[in-house]
């Protein structure tokens, strides 16, 4: 059984920058495609991004490329969200999910993977 951990969320002023972490426990990280979703109030869980079990391929929401890059470090065992250009729109509680049988190409398209950390607010303030 994984069990994810997320941090990193906070208050920022729109244009500002955060960087969320996950680090699960439980299984090997490496064998784990990951992703990240978001869920803001008043609406469904979305996709933002996935990255393959070997961080050489990442996907991302239209909504949040060119301002979001997902990595991973396996030596670690945690895998990142740097958060640039921050927007309002970007407010919502964030959760890392985890899958062992799927490609993230997969998450990306078709939904998250078994496993869900607890999630972290972040909040932009215009």
């Known amino acids: 059984q994984v069990q994810l951990v997320e941090s990193g969320g906070g208050l920022v002023q729109a244009g500002g920058s955060l960087r969320l972490s996950c680090a699960p426990s439980?299984?090997?990280?490496?064998?784990?495609?990951m992703g990240w979703f978001r869920q803001a109030p008043g609406k469904e869980r979305e996709f933002v991004a996935a990255?393959?079990?070997?961080?050489?391929?990442?996907y991302y929401a239209d909504s949040v490329k060119g301002r979001f890059t997902i990595s991973r470090d396996n030596a670690r065992n945690t895998v990142y969200l740097q958060m640039n250009s921050l927007k309002p729109e970007d407010t919502a509680v964030y959760y890392c999910?985890?899958?062992?049988?799927?490609?993230?190409?997969?998450?990306?398209?078709?939904?998250?993977?078994?496993?869900w950390g607890r999630g972290t607010q972040v909040t932009v303030s215009s």
């Open positions: 439980g299984g090997t990280f490496s064998l784990y495609a």
């Open positions: 999910n985890a899958d062992p049988d799927r490609f993230s190409r997969v998450i990306a398209t078709m939904g998250p993977g078994p496993y």
């Open positions: 990255i393959s079990r070997s961080g050489g391929n990442t």
